[in-house]
C-alpha cells in the first residue's frame, strides 16, 4: 500500500515527506509511500467537519448496526490483519491474531458501555419529565501508536463513531499498514464517506492535526508525547483529551507456595510481545533472602529458554523489536541502569540475526541509585529486594506512573493491603500485570494518563451529557416576592 491520505472513502499518494517501514524481523518493506501534509490533514479534518453533521443525526440504532457489520467484517478479515500488524511491527503471529480478535470483539463492548455510561434516561416529574441523554464532541483526532496499531486505535475509533463523532486517524508511522484493512472494512460495513479519514505519517503530520480545529483528541503513547499534547491545548477546555501514556509498572512477588508458578507470572508479564505492552510489569519486587533467590533462578530459567524468531516462525515466544533504533534503545537503558549501579544477572544483548531482535534481559537495581523513573518499551526485568512487605509497596509507588501493578501472593491480608495502598489503575492478584479486560477501565493516574481511562470507560469521553427539563406547554411561575 504506497498511498498515505484516505479521505471521503479514496485513497490517494499523500504530497508530504517519503517513508517507508521494514519488517524488523526480515528487513523487508512493508510500506513505503508519501505522507499527509499540512494542507491535505487540513481537507481531512475539513472533510470530517461536513460528515459529522450528518453522521450526528442519525438514529442511534443506525450507527450501532454501521458498526455491527464492521464487527463482522474484521472477522472476515482477521488473519489478513494479523499478519499486517506482524509483518510491521515483528510480533508474534499468534499474537497478532489475538489483537485481531480483540478488534472484532470490541465492538460489542463499546455497544454495551454507550448504552450503559452514554445512553438516554427519562423520569416523570411534577412539571413533565427530566431527560438524559448525551452529544457528541464533534472532530476527533485519533493517534495509534505501533504496539497494538489495530486494537488501540479501534479502541478510540469504535466508541467515538457509536457516540456520533467523526475522526481523522494518524497511524503510527512505525505500524501503517493495518490503517488501509481498517478502512476497507468500515467502508464495506456502510460508514458513510467522511466519517474516518486517515492521514499516514510521522511527527509533521501528526503536529498539523493538531494544529486543526479539532474537538477532541484520543491518544496512546509515550508520557513525553502525552506530556506534549496537555500543554499544546492549555487553555482549551473545549477540546477534550483522552491520554494513555504508559507505566513503570511494579509486579511485588511474596512468598507464594508455588515459585514455578509466580516465575511463570513474572516472566510473561516482563516479556509478552518482547516488552512492547504499556502494562508489562518493568519492575518484579522480591524479598530479601532464599525465597528471592529462589525466583530470579526461575525467572533466569524461563529468560534462558524463550524462543525469539521472526514472526511466521513457529512456536515462537519473542519477536523482535519495532526497530533497530528500539534495539539500541533498550541496550542503551539497561547500560544507564549499570552506570548507577545495577548489577546484570542476565543481558539483554542484540541477537546475531540482526534487525530489532535482542534476548530478554535482568537486571537487579537494588542496590542502584540515582537512574531515571522511565518506561521501557522492552523485554528489560528490573529486580529489586525489600526486607519487608512494608518496603515493597513503597518501592511499587516509588514512581510518577500508575497504570498497572500487582501482587503474586496466597495471604489475603496482604493482598487486601496492597488493594489499598498500591496506587495502580489496573492491579491484578495472581495474573499477569498485562492482563486487562475489555469491559473494564483501562488507565491510571500520575503520568500514565489524565483521568479518562479507556476501554470500557472510553464512551465516557466520546460523548458529554445534556439535561433537560421538559414541559408540555408553557406555564405561569411562581416565587417568594415575584409578582402574580
Not at 517519503?18 to 481531512?44: I, L, M, Y
Not at 496506587?423 to 492478584?429: E, I, K, S, T
Request: hydrophobic fraction near 45%; aromatic fraction near 8%; include cysteine.
Amino acid at each position: 500500500m504506497a498511498d498515505g491520505v484516505y479521505i471521503d472513502g479514496q485513497w490517494r499518494g499523500g504530497r508530504g515527506a517519503r517513508f517507508a517501514k521494514t519488517c524488523p524481523a526480515t528487513g523487508g518493506v512493508t510500506w513505503q509511500g508519501a505522507a499527509a501534509d499540512g494542507a491535505e490533514v487540513a481537507e481531512a479534518v475539513a472533510s470530517a467537519r461536513k460528515a459529522f453533521r450528518d453522521w450526528s443525526r442519525r438514529p442511534q440504532a443506525e450507527r450501532t448496526a454501521i458498526l455491527e457489520r464492521y464487527a463482522d467484517e474484521i472477522g472476515q478479515r482477521a488473519e489478513a490483519i494479523a499478519e499486517v500488524i506482524s509483518r510491521d511491527m515483528g510480533k508474534a503471529l499468534w499474537d497478532s491474531r489475538g489483537e485481531a480478535a480483540t478488534m472484532k470483539a470490541k465492538i460489542g463492548v463499546s455497544i454495551a458501555a454507550q448504552k450503559e455510561r452514554a445512553g438516554e434516561k427519562t423520569e416523570a416529574a411534577a412539571f413533565g419529565s427530566s431527560q438524559l441523554t448525551h452529544r457528541p464532541h464533534g472532530v476527533m483526532a485519533v493517534f495509534g501508536p505501533f504496539n497494538f496499531p489495530g486494537h488501540l486505535p479501534n479502541g478510540h475509533i469504535v466508541p467515538a463513531l457509536l457516540a456520533g463523532n467523526t475522526c481523522v486517524f494518524k497511524p503510527s508511522e512505525l505500524a501503517p499498514g493495518v490503517a488501509a484493512l481498517m478502512a476497507e472494512c468500515f467502508a464495506a460495513a456502510g460508514l458513510p464517506p467522511g466519517c474516518l479519514n486517515i492521514v499516514q505519517g510521522g511527527r509533521e503530520t501528526g503536529a498539523a492535526l493538531i494544529d486543526q480545529e479539532i474537538d477532541g483528541l484520543l491518544f496512546t503513547g509515550s508520557a513525553a508525547t502525552g506530556v506534549f499534547f496537555h500543554r499544546h491545548f492549555a487553555g482549551r477546555p473545549e477540546v477534550i483529551l483522552a491520554l494513555e501514556m504508559g507505566g513503570n509498572n511494579p509486579l511485588i512477588i511474596w512468598e507464594p507456595a508455588d515459585v514455578e508458578a509466580a516465575a511463570d507470572i513474572a516472566a510473561q508479564s516482563a516479556f509478552l510481545t518482547t516488552g512492547q505492552r504499556c502494562s508489562c510489569a518493568r519492575r518484579i519486587i522480591l524479598p530479601e533472602g532464599r525465597f528471592g533467590d529462589r525466583v530470579i533462578e526461575a525467572m533466569v530459567d524461563r529468560a534462558l529458554k524463550l524462543k525469539v524468531g521472526a514472526w511466521n516462525e513457529p512456536e515462537i515466544f519473542m519477536g523482535p523489536l519495532v526497530s533497530e533504533k528500539a534495539r539500541d534503545q533498550a541496550i542503551a537503558f539497561q547500560d544507564k541502569l549499570v552506570s548507577h549501579g545495577a548489577a546484570p544477572v542476565l543481558a539483554l544483548t542484540g541477537m546475531d540475526r540482526g534487525g530489532g531482535f535482542v534476548s530478554p534481559g535482568i537486571v537487579d537495581v537494588t542496590g542502584a541509585s540515582g537512574f531515571p523513573d522511565e518506561e521501557l518499551f522492552g523485554p528489560l526485568m528490573q529486580v529489586v529486594r525489600v526486607k519487608t512487605f512494608d518496603a515493597a509497596i513503597e518501592r511499587a509507588n516509588s514512581t510518577k506512573y500508575g497504570l498497572s501493578g500487582g501482587l503474586v501472593c496466597d495471604d489475603d491480608a496482604l493482598w487486601d493491603r496492597a488493594y489499598r495502598e498500591m496506587r495502580a489503575g489496573v492491579l491484578n492478584r495472581n495474573r499477569l500485570t498485562a492482563g486487562a479486560s475489555g469491559s473494564m477501565p483501562f488507565g491510571g493516574p500520575g503520568l500514565s494518563g489524565n483521568f479518562r481511562p479507556g476501554a470500557y470507560y472510553a464512551a465516557d469521553y466520546c460523548a458529554w451529557p445534556q439535561a433537560s427539563q421538559l414541559a408540555p406547554k408553557a406555564a405561569r411561575m411562581t416565587a417568594p416576592g415575584f409578582p402574580a
